[in-house]
């Protein structure tokens, strides 16, 4: 069984200050990560995924994630937020191949601050 | 990266009438397709996992009568919504999984519902 936590409903911060977004999981299986991003109205945009290669992954939009193990974590990361970075984000789970569902969590609301 | 795209982008009808709506990918050959439901401020629910040439699987809870799904080619899948009522007022994505892409999957740009 697979299951995805995001553990922020919301987060707010101020223009040009670090972005830090949680996500635990729970997976019976190596897992794959991602996150991505809707902004209001409109379709999911893929920001990084981890497939079991390096642990750190970087994304688009200068987004990064670590993947931890021993802490069933993955969160995302970016050193300086942008007014335009305000938008839903999701953390997704899914197996090591395609045979898996794709599990997503309840998403975070990021609000920048001018 | 691989594009998929969804038709209509947005639909009002009347309560009682049927709506389709098509998901495609546009190049490359999906064997799997996944339908979602996005209620406002929530997350994506899966609704059903549709492989090509075979009966769409569907989630806990969720009607096949009601909501109709057919993937007759590697590139598009449809979804229609029986009978629509208010309650099924909602924003439904489809996403592709390109078999060369290491699971990843390729979402749609979504078609927002209203029923009246």
């Known amino acids: 069984a697979q299951s995805v936590t995001q553990l922020d409903s919301h987060v707010s911060v101020s223009e040009g200050t670090p972005v830090l977004l949680r996500c635990n999981y729970s997976?019976?299986?190596?897992?794959?990560l991602f996150w991505y991003v809707q902004h209001p109205n409109k379709g999911l945009q893929l920001l990084l995924k981890?497939?079991?290669?390096?642990?750190l992954v970087k994304g688009i939009n200068g987004f990064e994630a670590e993947f931890k193990k021993s802490e069933t974590s993955f969160h995302l990361t970016k050193p300086s937020a942008h007014m335009s970075d305000a938008a839903e984000y999701f953390c997704?789970?899914?197996?090591?191949?395609?045979?898996?569902?794709?599990?997503f969590g309840a998403g975070t609301r990021l609000f920048v601050k001018a | 990266g691989a594009v998929v795209s969804q038709h209509p982008s947005r639909v009002i009808c009347k309560s009682g009438t049927s709506v389709k709506i098509e998901c495609r990918s546009l190049?490359?050959?999906?064997?799997?397709m996944f339908w979602y439901r996005q209620f406002p401020k929530q997350s994506l629910m899966l609704m059903a996992t549709?492989?090509?040439?075979?009966?769409?699987?569907?989630e806990q809870g969720v009607e096949k009568d009601k909501f109709l799904i057919n993937h007759a080619s590697l590139t598009l899948s449809t979804l229609t919504v029986t009978s629509a009522h208010p309650e099924d007022s909602s924003f439904y994505i489809c996403?592709?999984?390109?078999?060369?892409?290491?699971?990843?999957?390729?979402f749609g740009p979504g078609t927002r519902l209203t029923v009246l």
């Open positions: 997976s019976s299986y190596s897992p794959s």
């Open positions: 549709s492989n090509e040439g075979s009966k769409a699987t569907y």
């Open positions: 997704v789970v899914s197996g090591p191949t395609g045979g898996f569902k794709t599990i």
């Open positions: 190049d490359f050959q999906a064997t799997t």
């Open positions: 996403s592709a999984r390109d078999g060369d892409s290491n699971n990843e999957q390729f």
């Open positions: 981890y497939t079991s290669a390096a642990t």
